[in-house]
């Protein structure tokens, strides 16, 4: 899972790279060689859209959500270790609910042929389906975490189940405090 959600950053910074390229030949173009390539605002939101979602795994893999872990330095490590498993049940219920949310809009869209109001004619469909798409790969990366976690949680490594969950009181000592 980790590979995939690699790849897919390293290639959704390629787009986003290849987006700023059209959104540069957009600025000239407009401004002194009096043509448009129509669309690109639109792609842009699309872009934004979609790179968030795909975004999610690899900033979980990559312990870059935000946590507050004032408190949790100073628990017992056992504690501790729980509400760490328990913050990565907390995230998977965050994520389903996105992607609950999202097939509901993708659904809707689908059911009424929704088409972007747009030069474009976008049949919102497409980009809803890779949004969702990113957000179903947040929920499946957030499940394998919360497995990995619960599996080392019972092993009672407290600090393989810190760094699933992208905690920085990893580095404790048996009384819980920071060594």
Known sequence: MRRLVDALAVATGWVLTAYCFAVGVEIVG?????????GVDEIGG???????????????YEGAHIRIDLLLMHLPRALAMWLN???LAGLLVFALFLAWRAWIVFAQSYAIKAVAPTPLLT?????????????????LATL???????????RGEDEAVAELAGSSASGLSNDGRIR
């Not at 394998?144 to 019972?154: Q, Y």
């Open 46 to 60: 699309y872009l934004m859209a979609i790179v968030v979602a795909f975004g999610f795994s690899f900033a979980l």
């Open 123 to 139: 049949p919102m469909v497409v980009p809803q389906s890779v949004w969702m798409g990113g957000l179903l790969l947040f929920v």
């Open 30 to 38: 407009r401004r002194y060689l009096g043509f448009s390539l129509q």
């Open 144 to 154: 394998a975490s919360l497995v990995r976690a619960v599996r080392h949680g019972l």
């Open 85 to 87: 498993v328990a913050a």
